[in-house]
């Protein structure tokens, strides 16, 4: 079992893991490292925060509210940065996938919208503080 995804909130089945530990690790320092082709170019090669890519997120696949995006358009998202990346890029497809799908669920609102000032406290660390804070109490 993962402890740091139960301290997230997820279930004992969505943080139980085969592999050893540091299968689903987050090492901050080298967060910049992992773009891949299905990437949404949100963060730039040297891991500074692209603005205008974050928000492009939204204006193009937020189509039930303008500052969220529900499971469905979350994975028209997907396949859409699957479709138009330089080549076709299976492994960064499915890690991009896990991110999102995982996210997703730990942060959904109570429609069931990812909110994207949400997303934004993912990228830039602070939700993870407040999610375990709240499961916490």
Do not use: C
């Amino acid at each position: 079992m993962v402890p740091g995804l139960r301290t997230l909130g997820f279930g004992i089945f969505g943080a139980t893991e085969d592999a050893d530990g540091s299968w689903f690790s987050i090492y901050v320092q080298n967060i910049h490292k992992g773009i891949h082709g299905s990437d949404t170019g949100a963060f730039d090669s040297e891991g500074r925060f692209v603005s205008e890519k974050f928000n492009e997120i939204f204006t193009r696949h937020a189509k039930t509210v303008p500052d969220g995006l529900t499971s469905d358009e979350l994975d028209e998202m997907l396949h859409a940065y699957a479709d138009h990346t330089e080549h076709k890029d299976s492994s960064g497809w499915l890690q991009a996938a896990t991110e999102w799908r995982a996210t997703f669920e730990a942060a959904k609102d109570k429609d069931d919208i990812l909110r994207k000032d949400t997303v934004r406290a993912v990228y830039d660390g602070s939700f993870f503080s407040k999610l375990a804070k709240e499961n916490d109490d």
